[in-house]
Nanobody, 124 residues
Framework: QVQLVESGGGLVQAGDSLRLSCAASGRTSSIYVTAWFRQAPGKERELVARTRRITGTTYYGDSVKGRFTISRDNAKNTVYLQMNSLKPEDTAVYYC?????????????????WGQGTQVTVSS
């Protein structure tokens, strides 16, 4: 079992930056992929970015490419999401999720463990 705790959300203005953190505990060696998803009111949960724990390979959703960066520190069992040039449409609850092999695609259903979420609000 893996437990995930997100932190770093908040209220910022358009153009600002935020860094989210996702700290994992428990059977962290079983993690294959860690991802950030987000869900805005009335919208479906969407993949923001994901990274493989061993190789560091990354993938980004089209709406955040060039603005967000996902990174990992395996020694700390932590994955980060650096968000730059934030826009009001980035406002959402951001969730960290982890998948065991061979799962971990762009589909939220392929993830085994979820954090509680952290709110990011971007004002115009």
């Amino acid at each position: 079992q893996v437990q995930l705790v997100e932190s770093g959300g908040g209220l910022v203005q358009a153009g600002d930056s935020l860094r989210l953190s996702c700290a994992a505990s428990g059977r962290t060696s079983s993690i294959y992929v860690t991802a950030w998803f987000r869900q805005a009111p009335g919208k479906e949960r969407e993949l923001v970015a994901r990274t493989r724990r061993i190789t560091g390979t990354t993938y980004y959703g089209d709406s955040v490419k060039g603005r967000f960066t996902i990174s990992r520190d395996n020694a700390k069992n932590t994955v980060y999401l650096q968000m730059n040039s934030l826009k009001p449409e980035d406002t959402a609850v951001y969730y960290c999720a982890a998948a065991t092999p061979p799962l971990g695609s762009n589909w939220s259903g392929s993830y085994d463990s979820w954090g509680q979420g952290t709110q990011v609000t971007v004002s115009s």
